[in-house]
């Protein structure tokens, strides 16, 4: 093993210089930890800068100085607690909770008033979707920022921020906030000088004087919006450029090749902690490095730039957790938690999309043959890192099938695609779904689904049948099951906890119109969230099972997110099995996906003596029957 460099000289003097004024333990603790991270800080940044790399490092050391001594009384103390527990976010009692701060809670101050209400359901972590001052509609639910240091009007300023992350703390509640660092909005300040002709800001991003670099680029880059926003690259007319612009013509992308656009963003993460987020979520950070002839997507300096942005983060606020939103296939996925050199040193979390996908799939196949084998290639992720688990998110599903792993168990990936887009749009025979079709790509045949998790499960099609209702809704609560019981970080969608249908209104609002994943992104209606204590109703039973697994999950140890998910094949393609071990425990996971009743052999599961399904406290002696769509989660009997 390398020996670590040691921090020189003389940036450890300029640090002693900016720290004289701090009471010795804080002066200590952020010299120890600059030394400590220096390492990560320089490797980082000389792979993605080489030579200008040391440099680089040291301003960027010099940014997480001012970002320690700026860190409020309260938040120092979070470190010491975090460098305590480092693991805070690995336990078993993490629930985590996304929805938009306006719909859910009207601005700010909203959401903090209905902090009791995600406490009562478990939630310990809650993502807000980008709540920065945006530019003006369309912004892409705010992932276009126009200014990164304030708070969208009509929700609050930064002392409502402030507020709220102090608030979601007394309730055991952890704040993450996107951190939008592949695009800013086409009339952010930097954006606004490279139209004015100032050229450090022009180069902050990728102009281009004709097509010619366009087209060599645009033979191999895939279209992430290829309805609403073909191609990759905008003209604009002052810069007299083409522009790169991965997602809308209005968010422009950086050029992280430019060193300051770094230092830009390790300022943003400090400030950003500052303010008490406490988890990053790096959005759409898989783009953020270009390199001919490839998909620009998942480059080696992606992860370089993150283990320096983490090292500043390390240094200034260790309590900040960094969350990969990289949705890309298994391999390139590890590296964002981190293989080889950067193990455990890039993102603490990574969204496991591949579950995502494969949980949908296996509902509408009733067969488990794909997942088993998809997700049996998910391994050796650093033990002190997390998947974020979930069902749905803001966003559409696209049908991330991989065509080997469909050809392994008999499948065209092709057809299979188109048959999971088939089933949730509601156009296959017997399907009760009712999504709707995002971004079809005539070249690909990629037809992506928008539509809550309720409307895509049959929930709403079923309403008036008590019969279809019940069996909707327990696919509905087994689909959630698989997530909790999958270990890492489930993340409900806000809506999801009441089973909430699509919502049409997107179609009318001019500023929604263009872009169906609105659909799933209703209002939090009050009023219904009430019938949550009327029993007998969809809310009750919903967020009742949810809060009670929650609940058990919190007690069990093998879903401590640091052990491996292992997927069994009981012998039967209707029944999901898993199998978690810690040092505590074993817990086996096995759900119905069917709709039928099952039973479970005895001898097909790998734990001895009598279970205890910990859901229900039902004691199994032999073989273990389910109900249709039932889970269960099984631990040793005690006796
Ligand atoms: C991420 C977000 C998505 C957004 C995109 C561009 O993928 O989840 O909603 O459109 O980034 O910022």
Same mark, same amino acid.
């Given at each position: ?460 099609? *079923? ?5 279809? +209702?019940?069996? $909707? #809704? ?7 099951? @698989? &997530? !909790? =019981? ?117 001898? *097909? ?5 009598? +279970?205890?399904? $910990? #859901? ?7 073989? @273990? &029957? !389910? =109900? ?12």
């Amino acid at each position: 093993m390398a020996v670590d460099p040691v921090l020189p000289a003389s940036v450890e003097q300029e640090a002693r210089a900016a720290l004289a004024g701090e009471p010795e333990e804080h002066r200590v603790l952020v010299l120890a930890r600059l030394r400590r991270w220096w390492p990560d800080l320089l490797a980082g940044l000389t792979e993605a800068y080489g030579d200008a790399g040391a440099q680089v490092a040291e301003h960027a050391a010099e940014v997480a100085v001012q970002g320690a001594l700026d860190r409020p009384a309260e938040l120092r103390l979070l470190d010491l607690e975090r460098l305590v527990q480092p693991d805070w976010f690995q336990s078993p009692r993490m629930l985590g909770y996304s929805a938009y701060a306006d719909r859910f809670g009207g601005d700010l101050r909203g959401v903090a008033e209905r902090a009791p209400y995600l406490a009562e359901l478990g939630v310990t972590y809650l993502h807000l979707l980008p709540l920065l001052q945006p530019r003006p509609e369309p912004n892409d639910g705010g992932y276009a920022v126009a200014d990164y240091r304030s708070v969208r009007p009509d929700l609050g300023d930064l002392a409502d921020l402030r507020a709220l992350t102090a608030t979601l703390r007394g309730h055991g509640i952890s704040l993450a906030l996107d951190l939008v660092l592949n695009h800013v909005a086409a009339e952010h300040a930097w954006a606004r000088a490279a139209r004015d002709g100032d050229l450090r800001a022009r180069a902050y991003f990728h102009v281009f004087p004709d097509r010619t670099e366009p087209d060599a680029f645009e033979r191999t880059l895939p279209e992430v919006f290829p309805d609403f926003a073909p191609g990759s690259f905008t003209w604009d007319d002052d810069l007299r450029g083409w522009v790169w612009t991965t997602f809308n013509s209005w968010q422009w992308d950086l050029d992280w090749h430019n060193p300051e656009v770094l230092l830009e963003f390790a300022d943003l993460v400090c400030f950003l902690a500052n303010q008490g987020v406490e988890v990053l979520r790096l959005d759409a950070v898989a783009f953020l490095w270009k390199r001919l002839s490839t998909t620009c997507q998942d480059q080696p300096e992606v992860h370089a730039l993150t283990r320096a942005l983490r090292a500043v983060a390390r240094i200034a606020a260790p309590a900040v957790l960094f969350k990969a939103e990289a949705i890309v296939g298994p391999e390139q996925l590890a590296e964002y938690l981190g293989t080889g050199r950067n193990a455990g040193r890039v993102s603490d979390l990574a969204y496991h999309n591949s579950l995502m996908v494969q949980v949908w799939s296996t509902l509408a196949a009733k067969d488990t043959r794909l997942l088993r084998t998809a997700l049996a290639r998910f391994g050796g992720r650093p033990s002190t890192t997390s998947w974020a688990t979930y069902l749905r998110c803001h966003d559409d599903i696209g049908w991330a099938v991989d065509d080997a792993d469909a050809a392994a168990v008999g499948l065209s990936g092709p057809l299979h695609r188109a048959f999971l887009s088939d089933w949730y749009s509601g156009a296959f025979a017997g399907s009760d779904a009712e999504g709707l079709v995002f971004q079809e790509n005539e070249a690909t045949g990629d037809r992506r689904i928008s539509g809550t998790a309720a409307s895509l499960l049959g929930v709403h099609a *079923a309403a008036g049948d008590p019969v279809r +209702l019940d069996l $909707a #809704l327990r696919r509905h609560v087994l689909a959630h099951l @698989v &997530v !909790l =019981g999958w270990g890492g970080l489930p993340v409900l969608w806000s809506g999801d906890e009441l089973a909430l249908p699509d919502d049409d209104a997107w179609a009318d609002d001019p500023t929604t119109a263009g872009d169906n994943r609105w659909v799933h992104r209703p209002r939090l209606p009050w009023e219904v969230a009430a019938r949550r204590d009327e029993p007998g109703t969809v809310e009750a039973r919903v967020f009742g099972a949810l809060q009670h697994a929650a609940r058990v999950r919190g007690g069990l140890p093998a879903l401590h997110a640091s052990a491996e998910t292992e997927v069994l094949d009981p012998g039967d393609d209707r029944l999901l099995a898993t199998v978690r071990r810690t040092q505590d425990q074993v817990l086996v996971g096995l759900y119905e996906v069917g709709g039928a009743s099952r039973t479970c052999p005895r001898s *097909a599961l790998p734990v001895e003596g009598p +279970l205890v399904d $910990a #859901l229900t406290g039902r004691r199994v002696e032999g073989d @273990v &029957v !389910l =109900g249709p769509y039932e889970a269960v989660w099984l631990v040793p009997a005690l006796s």
